[in-house]
């Protein structure tokens, strides 16, 4: 699993760890691992041109001592010095004696724009707001230039704690951070200026306390967290799905939802909704049921408001059962809110940034540049876990733990259906017994890694990505086929 701290949280860890090492140690540290990501970014050091945007703060003195070795290896090295007598002065002694050269800013902006590598050393971790006047025309330069930008520690113009970009900021190839990953290189839209992240392991971590601010899962934790039936169980043990989707105008949202559960290993799905015959016509399987939520029988999870259009009162009675609840699409819009607070089982709300927005009360641009504050007020407002769709997806609890952030999706997700098929997924994790919080994970991140698998670089339907759920659960598994599995 990654994980990412808050800025006071790195600092805190920082000078413990300080306290119990040589002098200069941890900069040392930090530079030696930017210069070896730097010289492999290159692939040749000699000959190079290396320009470093060097700041007032430590990032500056990072880039100023990777700038050394970068010089001593035979690379020409350059230096814009953006606060000349706030710069760091040992780190700034080890460049000049290495041959590095000092370019004032003002003649900066060729030099930038012929180097092979730019390396972004102009604010820290601490930094807030977009960049200063004074560097946004090098940041201009740098995304200009021929060569690759890398940022040190995180792109400069980026808030390290919150993802969000307000003003102008570097556009890096690559980031090397240090120690733990921040929660602005995972969440966009930072993410997106942080390029690829290399994280390089300072002797942090032991400092570092638990929870993190952030987690992102990778494969070995959905894989622990994945429910699999054993020889004995039926399809009450593996989890019995009920489905209140759909309507005369968007039948397709019901089948789809319904085709998310079922791949997502349900036992069983139950239908509730005027779309049954679309239902039973591609999924003979369902339970279909007319007497509404309350008498469809027996099931450990619901999924409710894909297509349901106006349904207010299907939506009332699904929340009110007491199981857990996925609350999507027109359900959002629908759902009360005191009604959701007092619910005692779990529930999952799956908004993207706009049924986001109008439930906050605000822009849609504001949830989308603001991602993690968002998803954070809207678990408190309706004390219930939410899973925020989109580029990152973020799955917040109530009270302040951990959030989640997963990146396995792909830009062709972003298609009708597509939701539906998530919430039918996240309900049958939710009825086979994970928690709100590790249902929305999981189902993110196999829902992700099914629209990859089933785009290919093309473009895909909801329908495809459904069908692709089981390659996403078997590669999580590391299981390619039913031979595989069989030896």
Request: proline fraction near 5%; charge should be negative; glycine fraction near 14%.
């Amino acid at each position: 699993m990654r994980t990412a701290y808050s800025v006071e949280t790195v600092r805190a860890a920082e000078r413990e760890l300080m306290a119990r090492v040589p002098e200069g140690a941890l900069m040392q540290r930090a530079a030696a691992g930017l210069a070896a990501a730097c010289a492999e970014f290159l692939g040749r050091v000699y000959g190079s041109r290396v320009v470093l945007l060097v700041g007032s703060g430590d990032n500056g003195g990072d880039a100023l001592y990777a700038g050394a070795r970068l010089a001593r290896r035979g690379a020409g090295v350059d230096a814009v010095l953006l606060s000349a007598g706030r710069v760091h002065q040992r780190g700034l002694a080890a460049f000049r004696g290495a041959g590095g050269r000092i370019v004032a800013p003002g003649d900066a902006v060729p030099v930038i724009e012929r180097a092979h590598l730019v390396v972004d050393g102009i604010v820290g971790i601490g930094g807030k707001g977009g960049l200063r006047d004074a560097a946004v025309p090098l940041a201009e330069a740098a995304a200009r230039s021929r060569g690759a930008v890398v940022a040190v520690d995180l792109p400069s113009g980026v808030d390290a704690d919150t993802g969000e970009v307000r003003g102008s900021a570097v556009r890096a190839d690559l980031t090397v951070t240090f120690g733990t990953h921040k929660p602005g290189l995972l969440i966009d839209p930072a993410r997106e200026y942080a390029g690829s992240v290399r994280l390089i392991d300072i002797g942090l971590t032991p400092s570092l306390p638990e929870p993190p601010a952030l987690e992102a899962l990778q494969h070995s934790d959905v894989r622990a967290l994945l429910p699999l039936p054993g020889a004995e169980s039926d399809k009450y043990g593996r989890g019995v799905v009920g489905v209140a989707a759909g309507s005369g105008r968007y039948p397709g949202a019901a089948v789809l939802a319904i085709a998310g559960a079922l791949r997502g290993g349900a036992g069983a799905v139950r239908y509730v909704g005027p779309a049954a015959d679309a239902v039973i016509a591609r999924f003979p399987e369902t339970l279909v049921s007319d007497r509404g939520p309350s008498h469809a029988g027996r099931v450990q999870s619901w999924v409710v408001g894909p297509g349901v259009g106006e349904e207010a009162g299907v939506v009332a009675e699904v929340v009110g059962e007491d199981v857990p609840v996925l609350i999507d699409a027109d359900g959002l819009r629908l759902a009360d809110r005191n009604a959701v607070r007092a619910r005692t089982a779990p529930t999952l709300m799956t908004p993207h940034a706009g049924e986001a927005a109008a439930l906050l009360g605000v822009a849609r641009e504001e949830v989308e540049g603001a991602r993690l504050a968002a998803v954070r007020e809207l678990a408190d407002a309706y004390a219930a876990t939410v899973l925020l769709k989109g580029s990152t997806t973020l799955v917040a609890d109530p009270g302040g733990t951990a959030v989640r952030v997963n990146s396995t999706g792909t830009g062709w997700l972003a298609t009708a259906g597509s939701g539906d098929v998530l919430s039918g997924l996240a309900g049958s994790l939710l009825a086979a017994g994970l928690d709100a919080r590790d249902a929305g994970s999981v189902a993110a991140y196999l829902h992700g890694l099914a629209g990859r698998f089933a785009a290919d670089g093309a473009p895909a339907g909801a329908h495809d990505v459904a069908e692709a759920i089981p390659d996403a659960w078997r590669d999580v598994r590391d299981v390619r086929d039913a031979r595989d599995a069989w030896e």
